[in-house]
DNA sequence: CGGAATCCAGTATGATACTG
DNA sequence: CAGTATCATACTGGATTCCG
């Protein structure tokens, strides 16, 4: 065992997979859209505004196969089909949360140096 | 005003681009290269392993535009440049290291997760 | 050495139409 | 309602070449 400063089963590729899924466009507004309670597809939509079906059937689908959401089928008529945060999912948006009170926190330093910076025409 | 629970200037729009910067495949791991001190142009390229020529000019020019890096040339013969993580770049890193660290913890369940989706062939 | 410029492939996203 | 299928397009990232 060479692996002292590391859990077992521990891969920086997954790490940085996590990172790219927290930085795509819908994931996290999905998540952020579900955290206070199940929503059924376009009620999904409806909340996130702006996302195509087809991106939030990806999203969602994407969401289910990692555990971060619970899909629950209702064979009425027409059918309904409830999307709920699993706790793995509220336990990212937590994190997430962090991320979100630094970025919003930092965003006007941030806009400064960029017009500090195109200012002096690089 | 009705902004009562944010501060002022925040925006959204701001914040999921910064998620979407620590999203992104490179830049992460160019702030955590340059975490424990300065490194110039071809020492960052091979301590990250993998990036392009492009593609770290890139980043280096977004993070410098942002106020998360500073840039130092020297001009000797042949010229050196020396990139530094700025005070607002070591900040994100301890901030993103949280997420990171969440990621560790948890990608073993989500490969759970998955393994049992696939082999419910959806 | 530290880039800039160009070209190109793959993927992410969007619009639209159709289905059970 | 909750998707699927198809096409079009934009953006990301990689490879290569050239420059001061």
Redesign the interface.
């Known amino acids: 065992m060479d692996m002292t400063d ?2 077992a ?3 920086c590729r ?3 997979e ?8 819908w994931t ?2 999905v998540v952020i859209a579900l955290r206070l309670g199940s929503l059924r597809f376009n009620g999904i939509k409806r909340e996130v505004g702006g996302i195509s079906q087809q991106m939030l059937t990806r999203t969602l ?1 994407t969401l ?4 971060m959401v619970e899909r629950t089928v209702r064979h009425t008529t027409p059918p309904q089909v409830e999307y709920t945060l699993a706790p ?1 999912g509220h ?2 948006s937590e ?2 949360r ?3 009170d ?13 017009s500090q ?2 200012a002096r025409q ?1």
């Open positions: 590391k859990p089963g521990t891969d997954g790490v940085s996590i990172l790219s899924r927290v930085g795509d466009k996290i507004q689908k289910e196969r990692d555990g793995l336990s990212l994190t997430v962090h991320l979100a630094w970025a919003a926190a930092h965003q006007g330093r941030i806009k400064e140096h960029r910076y195109d690089h």
